[in-house]
Every structure is written in structure tokens, then in C-alpha cells.
T-cell receptor, first 111, second 116 residues
Framework: SQELEQSPQSLIVQEGKNLTINCTSS?????LYWYKQKYGEGLIFLMM?????EEKSHEKITAKLDEKKQQSSLHITASQPSHAGIYLC???????????FGTGTRLKVLA | EAGVAQSPRYKIIEKRQSVAFWCNPI?????LYWYQQILGQGPKLLIQ????????DSQLPKDRFSAERLKGVDSTLKIQPAKLEDSAVYLC??????????????FGPGTRLLVL
């Protein structure tokens, strides 16, 4: 079965610092979604990547998809306390419309 | 546009009791999903509805969990009887058609269940 592995599992950074979160799939990716979650709450859609090499940005968050490496990265520039939360990657599994999710990366930004 | 609504937001019950969660998807979304998210893990799909029909319930523990979407709009997820290991956040999501691997799922705020 396909799995998504995220790294790091947790991250503490000083406000203003840049950071990167990675999501690696055990099988071919047919699309990759990034969500943000506050503890114990629902998932907020950030962005979706469909094609290899695709890069999208929203405010200070940029995500890229490397199809060959079966990997996506999420980069936050000049982090702020409002960026704190759990970042989850999700993807449809090969041949189905069923999503799987990574275990999440917990981000804390120190003011 | 209103998002996915869920209730209750929190629930505490004792083991062997029953509990029900409600979800109202985004208007016009044909597909509805229920996920279970245990602390420290990513969400796991329990059941997927397309209108009022079940598309996938392969990971639903059918001996204790049940779900319905009778009119193809809102949905109820029930646990009876609850076990300690059912403590989790139950997330509801919806999407427009449920087809195509580039369709975004939109999530509700979740129901946080604690079984004592």
C-alpha cells in the first residue's frame, strides 16, 4: 500500500526564519495536497500540485512537486507565529480516488 | 459559501456507550467522506459516500461503526459501543464529484471524541 512520509516530524523555529517540510511518497504521485491543521481541529486547504515541476505560492508559503523523486516540499519564508500548526500532505492513491495522508509536521514559531 | 459543518465539536463518553456525529457538506457537493484521526497520526478514511451510496467503507469497523447519508446531503456517523481506542478527531470532508485525482476535499472543523 502507498504511504506518505513527512519530515521533519516537528520543527521549532524563531520568528522570521525560513523552513522547509518534505513529503515523500512510496509510490508514484498523481497529485499532492498540502493542508494546515490546528491542534484537534479540521484541515485547511493550502494548495494542490498536479504536475511534476509545478510550483505554487500563497502568501509566504511555496510548494513544489518533484514527480521523479515522488516528493513534495513546502517552504515558508520569514515564518510568523500565525504559521504555527500541523502541516499535512495528502495524495490520491494510485488507481483510486482515495486519499492518504502523511503523519504531519508540527511547526512551532517562537516570537 | 458556507463550509463543511460538523457537530458536536467535542464529546466525552464512557466506554460501551454510543455516540453519533453529524456532518453537513458544502452545498452541491456530491461526495462526502468521514475520516478518523488519532492523535499524532494523519487522517484515515472510514467511509466515502457518492450522493447517498457508499463508494468505499473498507476501513470502517463495521461491528461497531455505522454511517448513513439517506438523502444524499447530510450524514451521520455512529459508534456503538465505543471503545477506548475510538478516542480521536472525526473529520468530515466533501468534494464536488469525488472523481478525478485532482479534486480538492474540503474539511469541517472535526468532532473531538474522548472515550473514558
Amino acid at each position: 500500500s502507498q504511504e506518505l512520509e513527512q519530515s521533519p516530524q516537528s520543527l521549532i523555529v524563531q520568528e522570521g526564519k525560513n523552513l522547509t517540510i518534505n513529503c515523500t511518497s512510496s509510490k508514484t504521485l498523481y497529485g499532492l495536497y498540502w493542508y494546515k491543521q490546528k491542534y484537534g481541529e479540521g484541515l485547511i486547504f493550502l494548495m494542490m500540485l498536479q504536475k511534476g515541476g509545478e510550483e505554487k505560492s500563497h502568501e509566504k508559503i511555496t510548494a513544489k512537486l518533484d514527480e521523479k523523486k515522488q516528493q513534495s516540499s513546502l517552504h515558508i519564508t520569514a515564518s510568523q507565529p500565525s504559521h504555527a500548526g500541523i502541516y499535512l500532505c495528502g495524495a490520491p492513491t494510485s488507481g483510486t480516488y482515495k486519499y492518504i495522508f502523511g503523519t504531519g509536521t508540527r511547526l512551532k514559531v517562537l516570537a | 459559501e458556507a463550509g463543511v459543518a460538523q457537530s458536536p465539536r467535542y464529546k466525552i463518553i464512557e466506554k460501551r456507550q454510543s455516540v453519533a456525529f453529524w456532518c453537513n457538506p458544502i452545498s452541491g457537493h456530491a461526495t462526502l467522506y468521514w475520516y478518523q484521526q488519532i492523535l499524532g497520526q494523519g487522517p484515515k478514511l472510514l467511509i466515502q459516500f457518492q450522493n447517498n451510496g457508499v463508494v468505499d467503507d473498507s476501513q470502517l469497523p463495521k461491528d461497531r461503526f455505522s454511517a448513513e447519508r439517506l438523502k444524499g446531503v447530510d450524514s451521520t456517523l455512529k459508534i456503538q459501543p465505543a471503545k477506548l481506542e475510538d478516542s480521536a478527531v472525526y473529520l468530515c470532508a466533501s468534494s464536488t464529484t469525488g472523481q478525478g485525482n485532482t479534486e480538492t476535499q474540503y474539511f469541517g472543523p472535526g468532532t473531538r471524541l474522548l472515550v473514558l
